[in-house]
């Protein structure tokens, strides 16, 4: 049975921690649901994890809808959210409606993600209103960092802090099913945790958000690039790799691999046949 939006409501009334993981990929996201995550996230951080640019700014919708039906396909039973990329729900209702249900009906996911509080709120109750489950961000939203001067923890001053409360709060009234906080002071990730019927996800918004995410390359140290304050490396696979590739070249080179072990046989008989024959 797939996790539904009713089963993440359910987590925070009872009180059970949400964590959920972006994935970009099949194998990937088999592991992630495999692991039992209840919520994979298609974020457009593959832009920088996968794509190699520098910021999740050119990511195309044809990209993410690629990379969410591959998602999709490995993931059986968590609720998978594609995230909508740079512009694709800021230029006029229709396009964003028409981009929204590619993610549902193309890419398979089960919800979408955008960011923005009270700017977004009408595409958010248009989407909900079309049976399109959405996720809120607010917080750094990385779509906007030219507007916002960079990669910087937002909502420590009262004017901002007050906005960003302001701005959860019009999300749960438009309807999303849940708010992820990025970059959010944690004293105040808890109070807006608090003051909502929807659960936070937080990512670098302190230890009291009804869940949190995190980019899976960076948890599982792939992508090393860059790696925020708030991201935790479970694991060093990046340098694994590396060993492995070393490795396997210098076995290459050295006549190691392949051995009969990887190799295939045949009868004997058909090459003297065939050496024989000149
Ligand atoms: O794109 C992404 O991975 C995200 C998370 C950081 C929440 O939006």
New binding site residues.
Partial sequence: MRVTIADIRQMKEKKEKIPML?AYDYVTAKMVDEAGAPLI?V????GMVILGYES?IPVTMDDMIHHTKAVRRGANSALVVG?MPFMTYHTNMSDSLHNAARFIQEGGAQAV?L?GGEVVAETVSRLVGCGIPVMG?IGLT?QSIHQLGGFKVRGKGLGEARKLLNDARILEEAGAFAI?L?CTPAPLSRLITERLGIPT?G?GAGPDCDGQ?Q?ISALLGLYTEFVPKHAKQYARLAGEIEAAVSSYMAEVKTGGFPTAEQSYTMDESIIKQLESEG
């Fill in positions: 972006t996230l974020g457009d951080s593959l999740t995230d993600k960011e961000h990385p992820v990025e996800i990512i995410v980019v």
